[in-house]
Nanobody, 121 residues
Framework: QLVESGGGLVQAGDSLRLSCAAS?????????MGWFRQAIGKEREFVAA????????TYADSVKGRFTISRDNEKNTIYLQMNSLKPEDTAVYSC???????????????WGQGTQVTVSS
């Protein structure tokens, strides 16, 4: 089970760090991990993904240079550091797991429930 945390209400230009922890017998070290987001009335979109060892990462153009994905396999947790937030970043952010970066970016095997991020102007 994947559980996200760290969402909240912030102002434009602020920063937030989201966390996604695996619980039970799940070990994220076995998977590539990613973040997605879905705004009201829009389809879910890919945000970022990171390889199982953390050696490679990929980002959506809309967040490149502002967001950073990272992972701590010993803590069984991944993170999404979000800087210079914009109102258009407002969405429910969900973490996901997959076999590799390409798979987790397009068709993840596992999903978290999501955490709300709201950015006011």
């Amino acid at each position: 089970q994947l559980v996200e945390s760290g969402g909240g209400l912030v102002q434009a230009g602020d920063s937030l760090r989201l966390s996604c922890a695996a619980s039970g017998h799940a070990y994220i070290s076995m998977f590539a991990m990613g973040w997605f987001r879905q705004a009201i009335g829009k389809e879910r979109e890919f945000v970022a993904a990171i390889s199982w060892g953390g050696y490679s990462a990929t980002y959506a153009d809309s967040v490149k240079g502002r967001f950073t994905i990272s992972r701590d396999n010993e803590k069984n947790t991944i993170y999404l550091q979000m800087n210079s937030l914009k109102p258009e970043d407002t969405a429910v952010y969900s973490c996901a797991a997959g076999e590799n970066v390409e798979d987790v970016s397009t068709s993840p095997n596992y999903w978290g429930q999501g955490t709300q991020v709201t950015v006011s102007s």
